[in-house]
């Protein structure tokens, strides 16, 4: 298995406020990383893939990046419904594991 | 659309068997792979495994083989996975979901169903 390390586990900003929420892996899993949402009550939902690439559907404040094996979900200027818990994934090696989330709450 | 409509919420007592079900529709159910994740109460998410539909080759998280069977039915799009014995410790929310594929290998997980809640109680 390739563990996936997120932090922090709890960020609390107030909107307007830039994210940067991280994710680490424990050996390299290329770009084949995403990162999910999940809003208290729902099923996740595909934000990023490719580390970079947006989803269909996902605002433009949302992005993300790779630096080895260490990758970023940054949120621009949060709005109130970005408050949620983020995973990320790597799908590079079976397992496809899945890190134990950031909760990003209002400060 | 798009979508995966998962099965009604159980409640079943340690011991019981179970099967629960994720069904496809608006894409071509052959052409991706479906996979399962737990969610235990307040907890984060655990890949469980996947099916390729079309062959029903399966691949399982360590934790999870042995400990449960996923299958697929493509004549009717559905996915399942079932448990022969059922622990308090399998009380959580399963997520079926479909993975981006391309050339036939599996990425991602782009589109969730709703969830199933599992209950185990005496």
């Known amino acids: 298995d390739i563990p996936m390390t997120q932090s922090p586990a709890t960020l609390s900003l107030s909107p307007g406020e830039r994210a940067t929420l991280s994710c680490r892996a424990s050996?390299?899993?290329?770009?084949?990383l995403a990162w999910y949402q999940q809003k208290s009550g729902q099923a996740p939902r595909l934000l990023i893939y490719g580390a970079s690439t947006r989803a269909t559907g996902i605002p433009a404040r949302f992005s993300g990046s790779r630096s080895g094996t260490e990758f970023n979900l940054t949120i621009s200027s949060l709005q109130s419904e970005d408050f949620a818990v983020y995973s990320c994934?790597?799908?590079?090696?079976?397992?496809?594991?899945f890190g134990q989330g950031t909760k990003l709450e209002t400060k | 659309e798009v979508q995966l409509v998962q099965s009604g919420a159980e409640v079943k007592k340690p011991g019981e068997s179970l099967k629960i079900s994720c069904k496809g529709s608006g894409y071509s159910f052959t052409s991706y792979w479906i996979g399962w994740v737990r969610q235990m109460p307040g907890k984060g998410l655990e890949w469980m495994g996947i099916i390729d539909p079309s062959d029903s080759e399966t691949r399982y998280s360590p934790p999870f083989q042995g400990q449960v069977t996923i299958s697929a039915d493509k004549s009717i799009n559905t996915a399942y996975l079932q448990w022969s014995t059922l622990r308090a410790s399998d009380t959580a929310m399963y997520y079926c979901a479909r993975l981006y594929s391309k050339y036939g290998h599996p990425y991602y997980m782009d589109v969730w169903g709703r969830g199933t809640t599992v209950t185990v109680s005496s």
């Open positions: 050996q390299s899993v290329s770009s084949n």
């Open positions: 994934q790597q799908y590079n090696t079976w397992p496809h594991t």
